[in-house]
């Protein structure tokens, strides 16, 4: 995540003027206090000099030494503190310098938590009182005397309450802004990565248009060549083994890159499903039976297990119909070798609080290999010699256009699951362009 930018700018020149204005009422502040009597006590204007070192310099101080910065800070004030009083009365605990007190305290009000500024102005108040010791061994404590001492204390606590109170209040405040900065420099970057995902998309998609019309172009003389090809076969029953064979090739791959071409003009075109109440158990077993039959591959067992009164679905059937075949063709492949079993399986399901039913396709294959779980709903991702990778990219699309969802992974014992959901609400008839299966 990007650094959340600073609520107040400390270089900004508002910030700088305001700067220099407090420096200023603190110089006339301790100009004042150093003509006040007693003038001629070189000590007081030293200590005055300190006290405004450590407040000019104090924002250095908490930085340099972060987290400690603010107690070196604030036990540095009450000593000056002290030592002023030493050096400003008679009697230390009678001087009229007491108010600087609320120096510390304040400062602590500022930085602190409640807890902290309150321990921090029992720690001024007793460096106050300590001066007591050596008044009493002159003179005796009157009861008047106490109440004045009591009351100074008392001032100092509720200076530390009212300031530390605005001050948790204020830092409350800005991490609400800091917050909210940072959630906005997110929203925005996600944004803009959205609109690169956006102008992506929008390539692609031209991409797409592109090939799709150029596909399209290809089929027409496709069609050509492959009647030619079969009007030359017949002529040459009865001429050389050689040129039949040879016209027998133009005739299979015409065929081959016919198959192909449709399929990726299914995969191209906008899919408009037609969503009418059907009944999922009856596209499943009518595929099962499609693929079934025209498997030549080792024998592949099937398991079906539908849950009893499954309700009719808004479906595409069609549509349905060619993704269960892709997923079942799919399946069959991948035991082409060994053979195996394929269990199918139709549950009423809930996903993100929507009703629907849920239909699980697990074959006992090898899996999906790992590095192309993320993939294979991509187009052209496949592994197989004579496959086009467009199968689980059309399913993903007929998924998307049902609002349903598809996901894959590989059982304990190796073989692939398909997960696919499919809500049971209506929803209106969906164009939907490009593929977006989660795997
Ligand atoms: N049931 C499965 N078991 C193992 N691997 C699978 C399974 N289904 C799909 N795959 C893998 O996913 C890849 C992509 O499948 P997809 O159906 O999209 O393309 P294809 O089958 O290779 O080609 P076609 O476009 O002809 O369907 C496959 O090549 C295969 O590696
Ligand atoms: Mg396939």
Redesign the pocket.
Known sequence: MEPSPHIVDPDSRRFKRLDALWLTIWLVFLGVLAALPPELEWHKQVILLAIGAVQVLESRILARFEPRGVSYVILLKILLATLLIDHTGELSINSSYWPIYFLPVVTAALYCGPWATLAWTLIASGAYCSYLYPAMQEYELTADAVGYLVLRIMFFFLAAMVVNRFSQQSQHQTQLYRDLAGRLAETNRRLEQAQAEARRSERLAALGQLSAGLAHEIRNPLGVIKGSAEMLTQKLQTSDELSRELAGYISTEVNRLSALVT?FLDFARPLHAQLQPSSLTRVLDRVLEIVGDRWKGKPVQLERDYEAGLPPLPLDESLCEQAFL??V???Y??MEERGGTLRVEARRAERDGRDGVRVL?A?T?????DK?REE??NPF????K??????????SKIVDGHRGFIH?ENAASG??V?TLFFPLEEVEELPVGQSTAAS
């Not at 294959?365 to 290999?369: K, L, S």
Request: charged fraction near 10%.
């Open positions: 399929e892709n997923l063709q799919n399946a492949e991948a396709l074959d294959g090898p899996g999906i290999p192309l294979i709903f991702v496949t592994t197989k004579t496959g086009v990778g467009l199968g689980l990219s059309i399913v894959v073989g692939a398909f």
